[in-house]
């Protein structure tokens, strides 16, 4: 990540300095516009280069007298004032609209989304926006236009991820200016239990939660009639070919052998710390969601009814992910996010 030159020098002090000025600004929960108040900027190493150099050639203009000396050094001294009030304004009244993120599993990277607008008529170049250390995103607005950006987040952590600020900068033209400003929005992500690569398989417990306990749930073999679609339901089930003719949804019933249904519980898995048992039912839900299980979820803190499908599985995933049973662990884990 590009750093100003002076803050690079003295990270702390850039940290402190940081969370000085976003205690003046709170976080928006929706967008946030640049304005003056919030730009700030100063020059790259370079920029401290290209200053002493004039400062080399207006010694020697003035030393030896010498008029094309002194022509060359005060044009690249208005190059360089042209150049900072340039790049100052090639991020100035940018609006920024933050569009959401998608979960993730415990050591992924998180996306969080955001979308710039341009309100001016003159393009705006080589924005850049971060977050801490991560390699981030560069776009380039057209005249009265917006770009998405994605943003990566480290989430090390299961849980919920608030990122805190991010960093939108540029150095466009020159490279002499680093202009920047923090970006904080009141938002999370949820971060699920990293899968375990060993799991017992979900087929093998029964509907008590112990293995041969028996298999109930809807049939799969006659089809039997339709009935109104409920949370959990498989989108396999939905009778589409009603959907033009009913205001909601229906699902096809069918009667015969019923569908494994199977309970994923905390009890089941003995002699283990919080955060395996955790990444182990992790696992658990996604095989028994590729397998076209009903299933459940008991945990000491609550219960998911058995059900199946897409909205079902992230039911579960989310339960997982803000198991509170561990008090202690999930403090290490939130002060270390």
């Given amino acids: 990540m590009i750093r100003p030159a002076l803050p690079s020098f003295k990270p702390k002090m850039s940290e402190r300095f940081a969370d000085w000025v976003m205690r003046r600004h709170e976080a928006a929960h929706r967008e946030i516009v640049l304005h003056r108040r ?58 920024v609209e933050y569009l959401g993120a998608h979960p993730v599993y415990a050591g992924e990277e998180a996306r969080f989304r955001f979308r710039l607008h341009n309100p001016s008529r003159l393009p705006r170049v080589g924005l850049t926006m971060c977050w801490r250390d991560l390699p981030g995103s560069t ?44 970006l904080e929005f009141d938002m999370t992500t949820l971060v699920y239990p990293a899968p ?5 398989p979900p087929a093998a417990l029964g509907s008590t939660g112990r293995p041969d306990a028996g298999a109930s749930g809807p049939g799969q073999e006659d089809f039997s009639g339709l009935r109104e679609y409920r949370i959990g339901d498989s989108m396999r089930r939905v009778a589409w070919k009603t959907l ?18 199977v309970w994923l519980t905390w009890e089941d898995l003995q002699a283990l710390d919080t955060e395996t048992r955790l990444s182990r039912l992790c696992r658990m839900v996604l095989q028994a969601e590729e397998e076209h299980l ?13 059900g199946a499908g897409e909205l079902h599985k992230r039911v579960c995933l989310e339960a997982l992910a803000l198991y509170r049973g561990d008090k202690g662990a999930d403090a290490r884990g939130a002060a270390r996010r």
């Fill in 38 to 95: 919030r730009i700030y900027i100063l020059p790259t190493r370079f920029g401290f280069y290209f200053a002493a150099m004039l400062a080399v050639l207006l010694a020697s203009a003035m030393n030896y007298n010498n008029s094309m000396v002194f022509g060359l050094t005060f044009l690249l001294a208005g190059l360089g004032t042209n150049a900072m009030w340039y790049v100052h304004r090639n991020l100035l009244n940018v609006r």
């Fill in 244 to 261: 033009a003719r009913q205001e909601a949804p229906l699902v096809k019933q069918y009667d015969g052998v019923g569908a494994p249904e």
């Fill in 139 to 182: 776009t380039y607005l057209p005249p009265s236009g917006v770009d998405d950006v994605s943003v990566p987040v480290s989430a090390p952590f299961r849980g919920r991820l608030q990122p805190g600020r991010f960093l939108l900068f540029t150095r466009f033209p020159f490279g002499l200016f680093h202009v920047w400003s923090w």
């Fill in 196 to 200: 375990s690569a060993q799991a017992p």
């Fill in 294 to 306: 009903r299933y459940g979820l008991r945990l000491p803190t609550g219960t998911v009814d058995p």
